[in-house]
T-cell receptor
Framework: NAGVTQTPKFQVLKTGQSMTLQCAQD?????MYWYRQDPGMGLRLIYYSASEGTTDKGEVPNGYNVSRLNKREFSLRLESAAPSQTSVYFC???????????FGPGTRLTVL | QKEVEQDPGPLSVPEGAIVSLNCTYS??????FMWYRQYSRKGPELLMYTYSSGNKEDGRFTAQVDKSSKYISLFIRDSQPSDSATYLC????????????FGPGTRLSVLP
């Protein structure tokens, strides 16, 4: 039981490059989330998925796309990276709010 | 106005002190209130949750919710250096986290 895994752990991109952040969970959770965390801003929701095949925008969705490939996997894509997207990205999954919530280890992304 | 406000700190206290961490919010639809602890370079981990108004105690930690004032608190008794972390409040209007918002976090340092 690995919990929530994220790849890669670190990434450096040049402005305009694209990349996909991968997230997978093996706990059979329905809900999955992508957050970004910036100093002084806390965790801000980019997108979430309440179930396989559904996705919804969060607070800061611009510049990102997501794909809930199946119940286990939820990927985040940056089509044309910008320096403003330099951040730490966390994927999370939960069964329901009152259960233990699981976060991945984070991806540190730098866009030059 | 942000949906959830939290004093970012940093807050420094001596070992053994009682710590009070607080959040205010504006959305009266929030029903579930959570506190997370995040150590440096790690993902957040759930400490406690409370449904609606009231108090909840777990060891040295007590969570309080006052929905009439839109104000929640986390108290840490007999604080330890291992409590040094960033504490984030989070809120949701349903049990499946479809509207799940984090505060910016308060950085706490407990000095030996």
């Amino acid at each position: 039981n690995a919990g929530v895994t994220q790849t890669p752990k670190f990434q450096v991109l040049k402005t305009g490059q694209s990349m996909t952040l991968q997230c997978a969970q093996d706990m059979n959770h329905n809900s999955m989330y992508w957050y970004r965390q910036d100093p002084g801003m806390g965790l801000r929701l980019i997108y979430y998925s309440a179930s396989e095949g559904t996705t919804d925008k969060g607070e800061v969705p611009n510049g990102y796309n997501v794909s809930r490939l199946n119940k286990r996997e939820f990927s985040l894509r940056l089509e044309s990276a910008a320096p403003s997207q330099t951040s730490v990205y966390f994927c999370a999954s939960i069964r329901q709010i009152t259960d233990t919530q699981y976060f991945g280890p984070g991806t540190r992304l730098t866009v030059l | 106005q942000k949906e959830v406000e939290q004093d970012p700190g940093p807050l420094s206290v001596p070992e053994g002190a009682i710590v009070s961490l607080n959040c205010t919010y504006s959305n009266s639809a929030f029903q579930y209130f959570m506190w997370y602890r995040q150590y440096s370079r790690k993902g957040p981990e759930l400490l406690m949750y409370t449904y609606s108004s009231g108090n909840k105690e777990d060891g040295r930690f007590t969570a309080q919710v006052d929905k009439s004032s839109k104000y929640i608190s986390l108290f840490i008794r007999d604080s330890q250096p291992s409590d040094s972390a960033t504490y984030l409040c989070a809120m949701s209007s349903d049990n499946y986290g479809q509207n799940f918002v984090f505060g910016p976090g308060t950085r706490l340092s407990v000095l030996p």
